[in-house]
């Protein structure tokens, strides 16, 4: 009976060792789904946009062809009443040009249906390929979660049976969260700089033939587009190498990276003016409440610029005795509060991150007068108030 109740945990560890290279190899073979999925959709989707060019070049000549016939048809009727006054020979070269016009319409009519089936097979095939996209990488990422719960929490399973509840709770929250934050930057990338430059590969292929068919002019422009889209993926990538963690807070603390990154949303964004002014001491307060803090003021520049629509942010940080406090102010279009959004994650995740430092956030708004966002965290730090220093004021409202 004693043997009974203790573990094999070697064997324990082996069961586990099958478990995990089982996982992964469906993991793996998922992911190679997904993959021959992906490359199968951008296959398709170039052969989409260049069916739908020959389409609307089928249509084009199909509508100059149908009003040829129809002039045909009807100097054909003309001679047909004026039989006496035409010869055998102008007859029939009208007769036979009008039926030459029909019977090339019909062809080129034909040849426009089969592109339009041809069209929306390719649409239907796309849409049945992103879901099964889709649907590979949320099982990636589910299996993702559990490979890292068994080869974490699990090997070595017999030296803590007790108490395994807890830890895989615990463990399970933090793979979930590290999961969601890498899917975040998935989406971004992929929404972002990775469909930019794919756009940029199909209108590489289209480059030769504009050159060839509509001349030199036409393919510099399409040159100039390339540039743009470059660009614009590039300056997407730097945001979010810079978004996931700013070299600057840890090296020089938060006022300078909130100088730097502030007049970095001012350089990148056109038409927008951004200022920013610190009041107190500069001085370095505890990681965990500058990276807090940094995100904080991040999260409400990028909802005046994307929602609000803003082309003036001001943002002033104070820092005194007992408090630190922040406000992030636009002349957006602002919003009513009253109403309560759908789906707004970004604000709920603010009022989290303000809660885990036991602070407050108020967001005062009205429609058509911006928006200001007062953030206040309790600080435990000695310091000396300066007198007559010109602080934030709460109750002050979005008057632009």
């Known amino acids: 009976m004693s043997a009974d109740k203790h573990f094999d945990t070697k064997q324990l560890d082996q069961i586990v060792e099958k478990m995990i290279n089982t996982v992964q190899h469906s993991k793996n073979e998922i992911f190679q789904i997904g993959e021959q999925s992906r490359q199968e959709h951008e296959r398709l989707l170039r052969e989409l946009i260049e069916i739908k060019r020959l389409t609307k070049q089928t249509i084009d000549e199909a509508d ?31 007769y036979e040009k009008a039926h030459a016009l029909h019977m090339e319409l019909a062809m080129v009519r034909e040849r426009e249906k089969q592109l339009r089936l041809r069209r929306d097979e390719l649409e239907r095939r796309l849409a049945g390929l992103k879901e099964i996209i889709e649907r590979a990488e949320h099982l990636v990422g589910q299996i993702t979660v559990v490979l890292h719960y068994l080869d974490s929490d699990f090997r070595q399973v017999g030296e803590f049976i007790e108490g395994a509840k807890q830890k895989q709770e615990f463990g399970l929250k933090i793979i979930e969260a590290q999961e969601e934050e890498r899917k975040r930057l998935s989406r971004e990338i992929h929404d972002g700089p990775a469909q930019t430059l794919a756009h940029v590969m199909i209108r590489s ?18 040159i100039r587009d390339f540039k743009k889209m470059v660009r614009s993926a590039l300056s997407e990538v730097r945001r979010i190498i810079y978004d996931l963690r700013p070299m600057a807070l840890d090296d020089l603390g938060l006022v300078p990276t909130l100088k730097k990154y502030l007049q970095t949303i001012e350089d990148y964004s056109k038409g927008v003016t951004v200022s920013f002014v610190h009041v107190g001491e500069e001085m370095r307060l505890p990681s965990r409440m500058e990276a807090a803090v940094f995100r904080l003021v991040q999260e409400s520049v990028q909802n005046a610029l994307k929602h609000a629509e803003a082309t003036h942010i001001e ?21 009513d509060t009253t ?55 709460e109750n002050s409202h979005c008057n632009h």
């Open 205 to 222: 292929d289209l480059l030769e033939k504009v050159l060839k068919d509509r001349g030199i002019d036409a393919a510099i422009a399409e």
């Open 339 to 393: 109403v309560k959004k759908e789906n707004a994650f970004g604000l709920i995740g603010m009022k989290e991150r303000v809660e885990l430092l036991e602070g407050t956030l108020t967001i005062r708004s009205k429609v058509g007068f911006g928006t200001a966002v007062f953030i206040r965290i309790p600080l435990n730090i000695p310091m000396q108030d300066e007198k007559g220093r010109r602080g934030i004021n």
């Open 64 to 94: 100059e062809l149908e009003v040829k016939a129809r002039l045909s048809r009807r100097h054909l009727s003309e001679v047909s009443q004026n039989f006496s006054s035409h010869s055998e020979e102008q007859i029939r070269e009208a």
């Open 315 to 335: 943002v002033k940080m104070e820092i005194n005795s007992d408090q630190l406090l922040v406000m992030v102010k636009d002349n957006g279009k602002g919003f």
